[in-house]
């Protein structure tokens, strides 16, 4: 009986998990996060002890884990309809997140104040309307957990060229209105 042919072992390099082919080394910012962050963290241990590090530790992990708010973490850059880049929600968990679930208007205007998000979606609305968004968060958990279509590839990663651009185009346009922002009317 002849042997099958045997697949062609990867290159063990090859196999490497996505956050670490898109890894960068540390930039100064981060290096100086960490000296504040290790410092702060043992003094948090000393003051409190291990029972109240151990609360401040589960508190930072649960508030991360399965629960309609953590929903909005999913429902931002994973891909719902192809050809959208990032998606909203409008339910009623804004109120409690900060409007952190108007997140395409958020990229469209970046140096817009998260309280006046609503009355931006509410000036353009006929343009937000065309585009897929969400009205629950626990429905977007639900199908993250129970659809093989998604998980982590199906995740939407600008590149860096990309984003950059938007950052120097968003700038450009706080910097042409001379710092000044008109009020928004509320409704």
């Known amino acids: 009986m002849p042997l099958s042919p045997q697949k062609p072992r990867k290159d063990p390099r090859q196999e490497r998990s996505r956050s670490t082919r898109f890894a960068r080394p540390p930039s100064r ?36 884990s399965l629960h309609p708010v953590a929903g909005h973490f999913v429902h931002e850059h994973y891909v719902y309809a192809p050809g959208q880049e990032t998606y909203s929600y409008y339910g009623p968990l804004n109120h409690v997140t900060f409007n952190v679930g ?58 860096r060229a990309v984003h950059d651009g938007a950052v120097r185009r968003s700038i450009q346009v706080g910097a042409s209105d001379g710092g000044a922002r008109a009020p928004i009317q509320r409704a």
């Open 29 to 64: 910012d981060e290096w100086i996060n960490l000296a504040i962050q290790l410092p702060a963290a043992w003094l948090s241990w000393r003051l409190l002890g291990a029972p109240g590090f151990t609360y401040l530790l589960l508190s930072t992990l649960i508030g991360h």
């Open 102 to 159: 108007y997140h395409v208007e958020h990229h469209d205007f970046m140096n817009v104040p998260g309280w006046r998000l609503p009355a931006l979606h509410r000036i353009a609305k006929r343009h937000y309307d065309a585009l897929v968004s969400h009205r629950s968060w626990t429905w977007v958990l639900w199908r993250f957990i129970t659809d093989p279509a998604m998980g982590p590839h199906a995740r939407i990663v600008r590149s």
